[in-house]
T-cell receptor
Framework: NAGVTQTPKFQVLKTGQSMTLQCAQD?????MSWYRQDPGMGLRLIHY???????DQGEVPNGYNVSRSTTEDFPLRLLSAAPSQTSVYFC?????????????FGSGTRLTVV | AQSVTQLDSQVPVFEEAPVELRCNYS??????LFWYVQYPNQGLQLLLK??????LVESINGFEAEFNKSQTSFHLRKPSVHISDTAEYFC??????????????FGKGTLLTVNP
């Protein structure tokens, strides 16, 4: 049971480049989400999904796209990277049953846009 | 929508001293509350959570938090800290009931630094 797996762990992009941050979970969780973490800002929700084929915007969605074709995978796409997207990105999935209700986070992707 | 305020961005303490990290939330309906810890250059780990029942919840490493509905608070406490407790701590809230589209909202974090 690997939990939530994020790849890559580190990435450097040039302004204007595109890339996809991968997130996969093997716990059959319906709910998945993407956060970005910036110093002094905590974690802010970018996009989330409540199941395959269903996605919605969070607090800071601009510049990011998501899709959810399977329960397991929830990739985050940067269409044209900007220096303001330099951040640490976390993917999380949620179990919503009883006392086990909670969120499992991946180990993060540290992205630098130059 | 719910929100979380962590009242202190940094808390420096000496080893073996007690510590309290403050967290207040805002919501018009019932909530679930969480504390996460992030050690330097690592991901987030769940420290403890309140879902229902006893308002005092404990972690395996000596932290505890008390849910106070009247004061809308969920402060984190430890009676005696260690150097290894140095980390950033995040309080988070979501609506109770496990609705499919309920989101987890984080505070801005409190950096706990334990000095020898």
């Amino acid at each position: 049971n690997a939990g939530v797996t994020q790849t890559p762990k580190f990435q450097v992009l040039k302004t204007g480049q595109s890339m996809t941050l991968q997130c996969a979970q093997d716990m059959n969780h319906e709910y998945m989400s993407w956060y970005r973490q910036d110093p002094g800002m905590g974690l802010r929700l970018i996009h989330y999904s409540v199941g395959a084929g269903i996605t919605d915007q969070g607090e800071v969605p601009n510049g990011y796209n998501v899709s959810r074709s399977t329960t397991e995978d929830f990739p985050l796409r940067l269409l044209s990277a900007a220096p303001s997207q330099t951040s640490v990105y976390f993917c999380a999935s949620r179990t919503g049953t009883g006392a086990n209700y909670g969120y499992t986070f991946g180990s993060g992707t540290r992205l630098t846009v130059v | 929508a719910q929100s979380v305020t962590q009242l202190d961005s940094q808390v420096p303490v000496f080893e073996e001293a007690p510590v309290e990290l403050r967290c207040n939330y805002s919501s018009s309906v019932s909530v679930y509350l969480f504390w996460y810890v992030q050690y330097p250059n690592q991901g987030l780990q769940l420290l403890l959570k309140y879902l229902s029942g006893s308002t005092l919840v404990e972690s395996i490493n000596g932290f505890e938090a008390e849910f106070n509905k009247s004061q809308t608070s969920f402060h984190l406490r430890k009676p005696s800290v260690h150097i290894s407790d140095t980390a950033e701590y995040f309080c988070a809230v979501t609506l109770s009931g496990g609705g499919s589209n309920y989101k987890l909202t984080f505070g801005k974090g409190t950096l706990l630094t334990v000095n020898p």
